[in-house]
């Protein structure tokens, strides 16, 4: 089930802040001590802050995550360290899934919880992790199907956010929290780095389903949208959707056509693989595209699609994503010249010259000048 942002509240709130600092130099004894101990008082001002950060974030970008199997998994790709020591530390099983699972088991409060997801990210994180804070939510959220809302616990990292100032404070009893206030800012202005995960309520590891976002990555590049560190941390995989598996096969598709030699059959299969695309098919079948193809490269192309096992899966085609792509070609020819327009429009008036291995482009010139904007 999908949640109804519109409904999502904020309820309360903890925040902790991580530091930058390389995985040798790791002091969890002092971090721990450092950590918050008690939760931020809240207005509404705040409240709706992060109302909006969360729901302005996954209505802008948001993605299926659900628990990933136990796996130890080597490298990183947040940030850059030249300490090789460090680089060749296998990286631990997070334990945030199974917290979740605690959290909403009514085995931890928020800040308990908060206290031991923070801890986690400290081991996660590599040296070339960016100092930040964490912000941990409990809310109530809508589901589709239900009617009401239920609890959810919201994971935000972030480095740099303009409207929030976040300063060291103590409760009436002594206990450590941080105030937190609004800067004089506009309030949609974004976080430089913003990751956002929110879980709902579950109460089994193989029930757990997050929806993340990550403003640090390109969200229009299948299997680029969510960093494999804050995945690795929050011990969750994506979920392929068809709109994303369908723009996967059209990149992996194109990308296969243009990496062939002869300029007639990058655009032979250009064409075919479009045509698959606009067809009126529910599935893409790559053993049946790869029939199509010349028997020299058809392997090569079905290699780009086999799963672990050996298959090569049928896809459930949505070309919501890659439906403005589908109106138009790019040919680029051997001497630098590109040409772009309607796929109808070029296939209609370029063809093959007679006798040679040129091309002929029949078309009347309307316009010449500066290149710019298509």
């Known amino acids: 089930?999908?949640?109804?942002?519109?409904?999502?509240?904020?309820?309360?709130?903890?925040?902790?802040?991580?530091?930058?600092?390389?995985?040798?130099?790791?002091?969890?004894?002092?971090?721990?001590?450092?950590?918050?101990?008690?939760?931020?008082?809240?207005?509404?001002?705040?409240?709706?802050?992060?109302?909006?950060?969360?729901?302005?974030?996954?209505?802008?970008?948001?993605?299926?995550?659900?628990?990933?199997?136990?796996?130890?998994?080597?490298?990183?790709?947040?940030?850059?360290?030249?300490?090789?020591?460090?680089?060749?530390?296998?990286?631990?099983?997070?334990?945030?899934?199974?917290?979740?699972?605690?959290y909403f088991s009514d085995q931890r409060d928020l800040v308990d919880a908060s206290r031991a997801i923070a801890i986690e990210l400290y081991k996660q994180q590599t040296g070339g992790t960016s100092a930040g804070i964490l912000v941990v939510?409990?809310?109530?959220?809508?589901?589709?199907?239900?009617?009401?809302?239920?609890?959810c616990l919201v994971l935000l990292k972030l480095e740099d956010d303009k409207a929030l100032l976040v300063e060291p404070a103590k409760t009436?009893?002594?206990?450590?929290?941080?105030?937190?206030?609004?800067?004089?800012?506009?309030?949609?202005?974004?976080?430089?780095?913003?990751?956002?995960?929110?879980?709902?309520k579950v109460l089994s590891l193989a029930d757990i389903e997050a929806t993340v976002s990550d403003h640090q990555r390109d969200a229009n590049r299948y299997n680029k949208e969510i960093s494999d560190f804050f995945l690795r941390f929050l011990g969750c995989r994506l979920v392929v959707s068809p709109d994303r598996a369908t723009m996967d096969f059209m990149e992996r598709a194109v990308g296969f056509a243009n990496s062939v030699d002869d300029e007639s059959t990058q655009a032979q299969y250009t064409d075919l693989f479009l045509t698959e695309l606009r067809s009126a098919s529910?599935?893409?079948?790559?053993?049946?595209?790869?029939?199509?193809?010349?028997?020299?490269?058809?392997?090569?192309?079905?290699?780009l699609f086999k799963t672990e096992d050996g298959s090569v899966p049928i896809i459930t085609k949505d070309t919501s994503r890659v439906a403005s792509r589908l109106?138009?070609?790019?040919?680029?020819?051997?001497?630098?010249?590109?040409?772009?327009?309607?796929?109808?429009?070029?296939?209609?008036?370029?063809?093959?010259?007679?006798?040679?291995?040129?091309?002929?482009?029949?078309?009347?010139l309307r316009k010449a000048g500066p290149t710019g904007k298509r």
Do not use: C
């Open 172 to 200: 009436a009893d002594g206990k450590s929290t941080y105030a937190a206030s609004l800067r004089d800012v506009t309030l949609p202005e974004e976080a430089e780095v913003f990751k956002a995960a929110l879980f709902t």
């Open 1 to 102: 089930m999908a949640i109804k942002l519109p409904t999502f509240m904020v309820t309360n709130v903890m925040i902790h802040k991580m530091p930058k600092i390389k995985v040798l130099d790791r002091d969890p004894a002092a971090f721990e001590a450092s950590l918050a101990e008690a939760e931020v008082e809240l207005n509404d001002d705040l409240r709706q802050f992060f109302r909006e950060r969360i729901t302005t974030s996954l209505a802008k970008q948001a993605f299926k995550a659900v628990y990933d199997s136990p796996a130890e998994t080597p490298g990183s790709d947040e940030g850059d360290d030249d300490d090789e020591t460090e680089k060749a530390l296998p990286r631990l099983r997070s334990t945030v899934p199974q917290l979740v699972v605690d």
């Open 282 to 303: 529910g599935v893409i079948k790559p053993r049946e595209i790869a029939d199509k193809l010349e028997p020299a490269h058809r392997d090569q192309f079905l290699s």
């Open 137 to 151: 939510i409990g809310g109530l959220v809508g589901l589709t199907g239900t009617s009401g809302s239920g609890r």
């Open 327 to 364: 109106d138009n070609v790019l040919y680029e020819f051997s001497d630098g010249i590109k040409l772009w327009g309607p796929r109808q429009a070029v296939s209609d008036h370029l063809q093959r010259r007679d006798g040679s291995d040129g091309w002929h482009l029949a078309a009347e």
